[in-house]
């Protein structure tokens, strides 16, 4: 699973696209998928965290 998070960190587009349903992760359980997904959502939080 972690080629699969490699892959969609340097192709993040496809992210995009899994996320509207116009692609899919073959192999990937739906919970694995939720959990992918997700992961990218906190990922984006994190960027936009000012740290002092």
């Given amino acids: ?5 490699q ?3 340097k ?9 509207e349903e116009k ?3 073959i192999g990937i359980s ?3 998928q ?3 997904l997700d992961s990218f959502e906190e990922i984006v ?3 936009n965290v000012f740290w002092n």
């Avoid at 192709?11 to 996320?19: A, R, S």
């Fill in 23 to 25: 692609a899919s992760l």
């Fill in 1 to 5: 699973m972690i080629n699969v998070i």
């Fill in 34 to 36: 939720k959990a992918i």
């Fill in 11 to 19: 192709n993040h587009e496809l992210v995009t696209l899994i996320k």
């Fill in 45 to 47: 939080c994190l960027e």
């Fill in 7 to 9: 892959h969609l960190e």
């Fill in 30 to 32: 739906a919970m694995e």
